[in-house]
T-cell receptor, first 119, second 110 residues
Framework: QLQLQESGPGLVRPSETLSLTCTVS??????????WGWIRQPPGRGLEWIGS???????YYNPSVKSRVTVSVDTSRNQFSLELTSITATDTAAYYC????WGDGPDVWGQGTTVTVSS | QSVLTQSPSASGTPGQGVTISCSGS????????VDWFQQLPGMAPKLLIY???QRPSGVPDRFSGSKSDTSASLAISGLQSEDEADYYC???????????FGGGTKLTVL
């Protein structure tokens, strides 16, 4: 059964860049069907899609963060990554990586990683 | 502000049934199917219903979903204490080229 695991720092300073990686196991990121995305959840709030990548490197981003976000894929490592620049306190959230089909919501989620923005 | 609209809370007693609603627009629920997720405290969301009314294996048939026009519903029958959780709806948005979510409904089992 496919598994996703997020990794990255739990604390990031304001104005810096947040970098997270999602490792895909028990399955291939090079599937011609699935997209690989990042979703976040601020404390006590709802879920927000950040962006997704296809194994070819094609990306789609939420306009709310598009100017600050890069999602990339490394098929050789079966990983995909998130970079979010110019971090502020409003970026404090649990960050989840997930798999989805085009036109569908996520069906497999990572366990999530909590990121706190603080000096 | 979430793209899909959910009531913030719902409640019921053990054994009762409860319905959670989700409202969207023509660019999301109106043209695409709806997923429902259950999120227990401190945990990742778990897929409960996909394609509006399909249950993944292992999800009890007490959970059912439906969709009409730009709205969707999650029905839970025979409430159990372990159903107490946050429930989120989601749908693909054709304008965003990505999934959008509801703000979540906190279900309390009294």
């Amino acid at each position: 059964q496919l598994q996703l695991q997020e990794s990255g720092p739990g604390l990031v300073r304001p104005s810096e860049t947040l970098s997270l990686t999602c490792t895909v196991s028990r399955g291939s990121i090079s599937s011609a069907r699935y997209y690989w995305g990042w979703i976040r959840q601020p404390p006590g709030r709802g879920l927000e899609w950040i962006g997704s990548v296809f194994f070819t490197g094609k990306t789609y981003y939420n306009p709310s963060v598009k100017s600050r976000v890069t999602v990339s894929v490394d098929t050789s490592r079966n990983q995909f990554s998130l970079e979010l620049t110019s971090i502020t306190a409003t970026d404090t959230a649990a960050y989840y990586c997930a798999r989805h089909l085009w036109g569908d919501g996520p069906d497999v989620w990572g366990q999530g990683t909590t990121v706190t923005v603080s000096s | 502000q979430s793209v899909l609209t959910q009531s913030p809370s719902a409640s019921g007693t053990p054994g009762q049934g409860v319905t959670i609603s989700c409202s969207g627009s023509s660019s999301n629920i109106g043209t695409n199917t709806v997923d429902w997720f259950q999120q227990l405290p401190g945990m990742a969301p778990k897929l409960l219903i996909y394609r509006s009314n399909q249950r993944p294996s292992g999800v009890p048939d007490r959970f059912s979903g439906s969709k009409s026009d730009t709205s969707a519903s999650l029905a839970i029958s025979g409430l159990q204490s372990e159903d107490e959780a946050d429930y989120y709806c989601a749908a693909w948005d054709d304008s965003l080229h990505g999934p959008v979510f509801g703000g979540g409904t906190k279900l309390t089992v009294l």
